[in-house]
């Protein structure tokens, strides 16, 4: 399996700064997301601590680890090097007044060969379109999601609520936090969406199903859904990064004819 990936960070229509923070390492297959919130400018300092140290850190072992490291040794690398970030922000908010309270949303994924590891924090998703049809991967740590758990609002009335961005789980706020981590069987033609929620809020499932399903270049979808975001108000920072899966056809068919087979 071979992998083509995209980022794309924009601040939106309303807002002066942009607090996302978006990195890719694309050597070791690593995305990392991140949605920063805080005063000031503490929310950029949070979401760029998050993705720098992450993608360094955990880079860094799997370049040590090789293509084989297993789904158990990845989890146990991802909860470390993120329980490290957290710390990272923690003292860094406690140590200044002005990064008081910050703390930053994060959703990761490693791609390895038919796999994806994948772990987040908070309401910053990750989607994956299979054929036509668009799945939400990630369960939000919100408020939210949990009104919608307990059955006492529907999704509907959650789309319109004015709590629906109150995380209960963020990086940097506390001193330790847990971070979800689930595998994914990886099939060719997949492509995944990590966002923000600047573009979630902003574009339906319908309207991005109808983008990652269509025939342009990753790269223009990626610019598509921003554009999306922001003609549909573009209320918040918008963040995607969209990888591709594709089985290596071309390598393999040399090889087979290197074989004759």
């Not at 995944?192 to 339906?204: K, P, Q």
């Amino acid at each position: 399996m071979i992998y083509e990936f995209c980022t794309r960070t924009d601040p939106g229509r309303a807002r002066g700064n942009n607090e996302d923070s978006v990195a890719l390492d694309e050597a070791t297959c690593l995305g990392v997301l991140a949605d920063g919130m805080g005063g000031y400018n503490a929310g950029e300092i949070a979401s760029g601590m998050a993705t720098a140290f992450i993608k360094s850190e955990l880079g860094r072992w799997l370049v040590q680890a090789g293509r084989h490291a297993s789904p158990r040794e990845v989890r146990r690398a991802m909860e470390i090097c993120v329980d490290n970030a957290n710390r990272s922000i923690f003292n860094a908010a406690n140590s200044n007044p002005q990064y008081s309270g910050m703390g930053t949303t994060l959703v990761l994924g490693v791609f390895q060969e038919g796999r994806l590891m994948l772990g987040h924090i908070g309401d910053s998703r990750c989607y994956r379109i299979r054929g036509s049809e668009l799945t939400q991967i990630t369960r939000d740590h919100s408020l939210m999601q949990e009104q919608i758990d307990a059955g006492l609002i529907t999704p509907e009335q959650a789309a319109t609520s004015a709590n629906k961005n109150l995380v209960t789980r963020a990086l940097g706020v506390e001193d330790a936090v847990l971070l979800e981590v689930n595998e994914h069987k990886v099939e060719s033609g997949d492509i995944y969406m990590m966002c923000s929620d600047g573009l979630s809020d902003m574009v339906d499932d319908e309207g991005v199903a109808k983008i990652l399903g269509s025939d342009a270049s990753l790269e223009q979808k990626g610019a598509q859904l921003i554009d999306a975001a922001n003609a549909n108000g573009g209320r918040d920072n918008i963040s995607v990064l969209l990888a591709l899966a594709n089985t290596d056809s071309k390598k393999r068919g040399l090889i087979s004819r290197l074989l004759g087979k």
